[in-house]
């Protein structure tokens, strides 16, 4: 999603900003800008494509900038609709979406004024023109008065030298100040991350003035408040691939080491001690996630149902903020999120909390928004995740969800074991090398569908919205015993299907619909636990894997589909790195 980056020093600003950009590539973006204060005037550079577009900015001058990378939402990708946008003395970017924004541009337009681009963030720089009378803090306050929707906004004004003004609303900023006093701001700590350097997550309705080495952050209502700052981890400033071609793969390698350190023993870690009091007193628990963290929601509300008997629901958090959701009495809420700043969870999050909920959030990312919202935080051990297909995050989720699962067992005097799964993990990491050979079924294959059920159904979720993702090759992950009903009539012989099987109770009748796809030519796959199954004449080639406690065999089946989803990348010619049209965190709903 859209990224932004703004820098107040004595150095020039634009190879600055340039830098930045780059390390929020991995997003996802269409278009990329910058603009710099020099003499009273702008300095602007921007274009569709690449930040390489925009050059190393070394002749770009001045000492104050804003940088963004753009992914449309309103307005096709295109260089006028790059961010950011100047009207009169002001320039702007903007992360979010201004839901009035065709209101306040007919009252622009009234006025008089021009636009320059179809977006929605154009009138925030005619607002902020409009009310800026020197002092650019009060002025872009004025203008968030105006403002529905979501934001981010960072603006340099003509008038104002060495000052930038931000401010947030449901929209990830933060500000930072390094060892030389330099002043900087992003969307994400990543773009600006470095040794020592000093971190403020802004709150929704705040606004931060950047000037003269200083940051200043006031309230809604514009007082002056003291907020904490906090030393970065300069190792998140830069993911490196360490030899591997891609993150993606780098990362599903990862996944042994993701999973072991996201393991807390609940019953004994102290910093946990009164989360695990709440879990074990809960009544009821709820999930809300989006996308994977959605399909890590579905296998633990699997496992916390089959071993601790206590009712789990798992709700898209984009449904469940419009459902009028009833939050029952003793409800403990899970909202699962790797990057911690997905706007559907955090909202989700938030009316779950309203309603009564005691909340506990898991995430990767430390001071992320969803830290904030929180009655407790869990954090997962996963480290940066770079490539947009999460892969080692999902894991990660997993491992310190089935610990959860463990301990409450633990509690209700039941033994369950989850601690070796790392260690299968690594088995299975290695098995999976296999699914490589399966590339050209799944090429040329016309569509894909991963089939399993039980806790297997979640996993051929996950495995189908994998290879969505990345290799766009229309597929479903689906309940094998639903195919029957319906779906079934989309399978022929240019059909490739994934069965994975797991769970020996309904091992036999996941095969049965393996056998329906077969009759109709089919090529079916396997990954399974059990290889007497992929003896059978329905199957082309199977995978085993190492068998665990059944209801956490998904940390372990993914692993295959994940290395196949990469390998069909691959095979298609796309960048399993920057899936088209995706971003690695949706900060807008
Ligand atoms: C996963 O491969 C996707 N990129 C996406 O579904 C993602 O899981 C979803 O957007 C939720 O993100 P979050 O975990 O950061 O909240």
Same mark, same amino acid.
């Given at each position: 999603?859209?990224?932004?980056? *703004?820098?107040?020093?004595?150095?020039?600003?634009?190879?600055?900003? /340039? %830098?930045? &950009?780059?390390?929020?590539? @991995? !997003? #996802?973006?269409?278009?990329?800008?910058?603009?710099?204060?020099?003499?009273?005037?702008?300095?602007?550079?921007?274009?569709?494509?690449?930040?390489?577009?925009?050059?190393?900015?070394?002749?770009?001058?001045?000492?104050?900038?804003?940088?963004?990378?753009?992914?449309?939402?309103?307005?096709?990708?295109?260089?006028?609709?790059?961010?950011?946008?100047?009207?009169?003395?002001?320039?702007?970017?903007?992360?979010?979406?201004?839901?009035?924004?065709?209101?306040?541009?007919?009252?622009?337009?009234?006025? *008089?004024?021009?636009?320059?681009?179809?977006?929605?963030?154009?009138? /925030? %720089?005619? &607002?902020?023109?409009?009310? @800026? !009378? #020197?002092?650019?803090?009060?002025?872009?306050?004025?203008?968030?008065?105006?403002?529905?929707?979501?934001?981010?906004?960072?603006?340099?004004?003509?008038?104002?030298?060495?000052?930038?003004?931000?401010?947030?609303?449901?929209?990830?900023?933060?500000?930072?100040?390094?060892?030389?006093?330099?002043?900087?701001?992003?969307?994400?700590?990543?773009?600006?991350?470095?040794?020592?350097?000093?971190?403020?997550?802004?709150?929704?309705?705040?606004?931060?003035?950047?000037?003269?080495?200083?940051?200043?952050?006031?309230?809604?209502?514009?007082?002056?408040?003291?907020?904490?700052?906090?030393?970065?981890?300069?190792?998140?400033?830069?993911?490196?691939?360490?030899?591997?071609?891609?993150?993606?793969?780098?990362?599903?390698?990862?996944?042994?080491?993701?999973?072991?350190?996201?393991?807390?023993?609940?019953?004994?870690?102290?910093?946990?001690?009164?989360?695990?009091?709440?879990?074990?007193?809960?009544?009821?628990?709820?999930?809300?996630?989006?996308?994977?963290?959605?399909?890590?929601?579905?296998?633990?509300?699997?496992?916390?149902?089959?071993?601790?008997?206590?009712?789990?629901?798992?709700?898209?958090?984009?449904?469940?903020?419009?459902?009028?959701?009833?939050?029952?009495?003793?409800?403990?809420?899970?909202?699962?999120?790797?990057?911690?700043?997905?706007?559907?969870?955090?909202?989700?999050?938030?009316?779950?909390?309203?309603?009564?909920?005691?909340?506990?959030?898991?995430?990767?990312?430390?001071?992320?928004?969803?830290?904030?919202?929180?009655?407790?935080?869990?954090?997962?051990?996963?480290?940066?995740?770079?490539?947009?297909?999460?892969?080692?995050?999902?894991?990660?989720?997993?491992?310190?969800?089935?610990?959860?699962?463990?301990?409450?067992?633990?509690?209700?005097?039941?033994?369950?074991?989850?601690?070796?799964?790392?260690?299968?993990?690594?088995?299975?990491?290695?098995?999976?090398?296999?699914?490589?050979?399966?590339?050209?079924?799944?090429?040329?294959?016309?569509?894909?569908?991963?089939?399993?059920?039980?806790?297997?159904?979640?996993?051929?979720?996950?495995?189908?919205?994998?290879?969505?993702?990345?290799?766009?090759?229309?597929?479903?992950?689906?309940?094998?015993?639903?195919?029957?009903?319906?779906?079934?009539?989309?399978?022929?012989?240019?059909?490739?299907?994934?069965?994975?099987?797991?769970?020996?109770?309904?091992?036999?009748?996941?095969?049965?619909?393996?056998?329906?796809?077969?009759?109709?030519?089919?090529?079916?796959?396997?990954?399974?636990?059990?290889?007497?199954?992929?003896?059978?004449?329905?199957?082309?080639?199977?995978?085993?894997?190492?068998?665990?406690?059944?209801?956490?065999?998904?940390?372990?089946?993914?692993?295959?589909?994940?290395?196949?989803?990469?390998?069909?990348?691959?095979?298609?010619?796309?960048?399993?790195?920057?899936?088209?049209?995706?971003?690695?965190?949706?900060?807008?709903?």
């Amino acid at each position: 999603m859209c990224g932004i980056v *703004g820098y107040c020093g004595n150095r020039k600003a634009a190879p600055v900003l /340039i %830098a930045g &950009l780059k390390k929020l590539e @991995y !997003r #996802g973006y269409d278009s990329a800008g910058i603009a710099t204060l020099y003499k009273g005037g702008y300095r602007l550079v921007k274009k569709k494509g690449r930040v390489e577009g925009l050059g190393d900015g070394k002749d770009v001058k001045g000492n104050v900038g804003i940088g963004h990378t753009r992914w449309a939402t309103h307005g096709a990708p295109s260089t006028r609709n790059a961010h950011p946008h100047v009207f009169g003395q002001v320039a702007i970017v903007h992360n979010g979406i201004i839901e009035n924004a065709a209101e306040l541009k007919k009252e622009c337009l009234a006025r *008089g004024e021009k636009f320059a681009s179809e977006t929605d963030s154009e009138v /925030i %720089a005619h &607002l902020i023109n409009r009310f @800026y !009378r #020197g002092d650019l803090a009060a002025a872009l306050r004025a203008c968030t008065q105006r403002l529905t929707g979501s934001y981010a906004i960072a603006v340099l004004a003509a008038g104002s030298p060495d000052t930038i003004a931000c401010a947030r609303q449901k929209s990830p900023l933060v500000v930072a100040k390094n060892r030389a006093g330099e002043l900087l701001l992003a969307s994400d700590i990543p773009a600006v991350a470095e040794e020592g350097l000093q971190v403020c997550t802004l709150q929704d309705g705040e606004i931060a003035l950047l000037q003269n080495g200083e940051i200043t952050v006031f309230d809604s209502t514009m007082r002056r408040i003291n907020r904490d700052f906090f030393v970065c981890d300069a190792q998140i400033s830069a993911p490196a691939k360490n030899g591997y071609e891609h993150f993606m793969y780098k990362e599903i390698t990862e996944i042994p080491f993701a999973m072991r350190n996201s393991m807390p023993d609940f019953t004994q870690n102290q910093d946990f001690s009164v989360f695990y009091k709440v879990l074990c007193q809960a009544k009821y628990i709820e999930i809300v996630a989006c996308g994977t963290a959605y399909h890590s929601g579905l296998c633990a509300a699997y496992a916390f149902e089959k071993i601790c008997r206590i009712p789990c629901r798992v709700s898209l958090a984009s449904e469940y903020r419009y459902r009028d959701p009833i939050v029952p009495e003793g409800a403990l809420v899970l909202a699962i999120s790797q990057s911690g700043e997905t706007a559907d969870t955090l909202a989700a999050a938030q009316l779950a909390k309203e309603r009564g909920a005691c909340l506990a959030a898991l995430t990767n990312v430390g001071h992320s928004s969803i830290t904030t919202l929180a009655d407790f935080v869990i954090l997962t051990g996963a480290g940066q995740e770079v490539a947009v297909a999460a892969t080692k995050s999902f894991n990660a989720q997993l491992a310190t969800l089935y610990a959860m699962v463990q301990a409450l067992a633990a509690h209700q005097g039941t033994k369950v074991e989850c601690r070796d799964l790392p260690a299968l993990a690594a088995l299975s990491l290695k098995a999976s090398e296999r699914v490589r050979s399966w590339t050209p079924y799944f090429t040329g294959a016309k569509s894909v569908f991963f089939l399993g059920r039980g806790a297997d159904c979640f996993v051929a979720s996950e495995g189908s919205l994998k290879l969505k993702e990345i290799s766009y090759i229309p597929s479903e992950g689906y309940a094998a015993g639903e195919l029957k009903h319906g779906t079934l009539a989309l399978v022929d012989k240019e059909t490739a299907v994934v069965a994975v099987i797991t769970q020996q109770s309904v091992a036999q009748k996941t095969m049965n619909a393996v056998h329906e796809a077969y009759a109709r030519g089919a090529k079916v796959f396997l990954v399974t636990a059990f290889p007497e199954y992929g003896k059978r004449e329905e199957i082309v080639d199977h995978v085993v894997i190492p068998t665990c406690e059944e209801a956490f065999s998904p940390a372990l089946s993914v692993i295959p589909l994940q290395v196949l989803a990469y390998s069909v990348c691959l095979a298609c010619g796309y960048d399993p790195d920057k899936p088209r049209n995706l971003a690695k965190s949706v900060t807008v709903e």
